[in-house]
């Protein structure tokens, strides 16, 4: 029995800076500003985008609090709407309808998100490329934590709860494209692969001691010989 894990942004879809522009946009319309342009939203959550950018600005933690309901619900109508203005801008990574087919058809294998997207926002992206939903049905929100390394254990939790039985970290695997990915899970054993279709090198991400690393996701037999080792 596995629970296999996908990020979205970079591992399972690109969208030409889309979910940037949409939080930018949030940002100015809720504060005024829209952060600082250099931030690198990689391997964070939405939440926590929100929160650093705003601290940066000089804003103290409750107005962010109290405005963030705000800037979530702007940033979704705002990437729903760029997202169906210009369909073309979101794409597949490679490999990746094929390899989701083949897990798919396998028993014990149950697939889910762990992303730094809110729900809402990682239910427009896949949409925008023709994913479907309902196949991810563990899933671990950046609208269930604020931080990264505290979405494996609400993974791990909503497993249980749906698979009636306890799902020890060294059952669960996640795949993503960033550092922040592979260290994720590290405190509860989770294995973690790396796949260089984000903004990391097959090097940036070897460095980071994933158990498997793949420049794509295309090779499916081997990657999933690397989920079920």
Not at 7 to 16: A, E, N, Q, S, V
Not at 89 to 107: E, K
Not at 174 to 190: F, Q, Y
Request: aromatic content about 4%; proline content about 5%; hydrophobic content about 40%.
């Amino acid at each position: 029995m596995k629970v296999v894990l996908f990020d979205i942004d970079g591992t399972l879809l690109r969208t030409d800076g889309a979910g940037r522009r949409a939080m930018e946009h949030a940002l100015r319309t809720v504060f005024g500003v829209g952060g600082d342009p250099s931030y690198r939203y990689d391997g964070k959550t939405d939440r926590q985008i929100t929160r650093e950018q705003m601290r940066a600005a000089g804003f103290e933690d409750a107005e962010i609090d109290r405005r963030l309901p705000d800037v979530l619900d702007t940033y979704v109508a705002h990437l729903t709407a760029d997202l169906t203005a210009r369909p073309e801008q979101a794409q597949l990574c490679a490999g990746i309808p094929l390899l989701l087919a083949r897990l798919r058809t396998m028993p014990g294998i149950t697939l889910g998100l762990l992303t730094g997207n809110i729900e809402e926002g990682a239910r427009q992206k896949l949409r925008a490329v023709d994913v479907a939903w309902e196949q991810f049905v563990v899933n671990a929100f950046g609208s269930d934590h604020e931080h990264r390394p505290a979405l494996p254990a609400v993974a791990q939790h909503r497993a249980r709860t749906l698979l009636g039985r306890d799902v020890p970290g060294h059952r669960m695997v996640i795949i993503g494209d960033t550092p922040a990915d592979i260290h994720c899970g590290r405190a509860l054993n989770v294995r973690a692969i790396g796949v260089a279709t984000g903004h990391y090198s097959v090097s940036d991400l070897s460095a980071h001691d994933p158990a498997a690393v793949f420049p794509t996701l295309e090779a499916t037999e081997s990657v999933i010989e690397a989920i079920l080792a």
